[in-house]
Nanobody, 124 residues
Framework: QVQLVESGGGLVQAGGALRLSCAASGRTFSPYAMGWFRRAPGNEREFVAAISSWGGSSTRYADSVKGRFTISRDNNQNTVYLQMNSLKPEDTAVYYC????????????????WGQGTQVTVSS
């Protein structure tokens, strides 16, 4: 059974940083793209970042986080990370890990797997 477990969320002041982790089990995700999404209160879930399979040579980011967030992966640990710097109050959301996409463009599609989410709160 596939499980994705996010960690690293919490409360941080504006301008601060957090590093989210997503540990996968039940399947090796090296051959698949992985990503992060978020849902702020009252909003739909939105794309944040994605990384291609294997070495993760390709990445893509939402415009709202470009230059502040960095996605990376460690295939030995079957884990994907999201380093979040220069956090803003509008980054407050539940952050979800996604895995199993056949390409970086299919991250979040119905055939993929989701974690339960981790709360990130940025105070002003």
């Amino acid at each position: 059974q596939v499980q994705l477990v996010e960690s690293g969320g919490g409360l941080v002041q504006a301008g601060g940083a957090l590093r989210l982790s997503c540990a996968a089990s039940g399947r090796t995700f090296s051959p698949y793209a992985m990503g992060w999404f978020r849902r702020a209160p009252g909003n739909e879930r939105e794309f944040v970042a994605a990384i291609s399979s294997w070495g993760g040579s390709s990445t893509r980011y939402a415009d709202s986080v470009k230059g502040r967030f960095t996605i990376s992966r460690d295939n030995n640990q079957n884990t994907v990370y999201l380093q979040m710097n220069s956090l803003k109050p509008e980054d407050t959301a539940v952050y979800y890990c996604n895995a199993g996409a056949s390409s970086i463009l299919r991250v979040g599609f119905p055939e993929t797997y989701w974690g339960q989410g981790t709360q990130v709160t940025v105070s002003s």
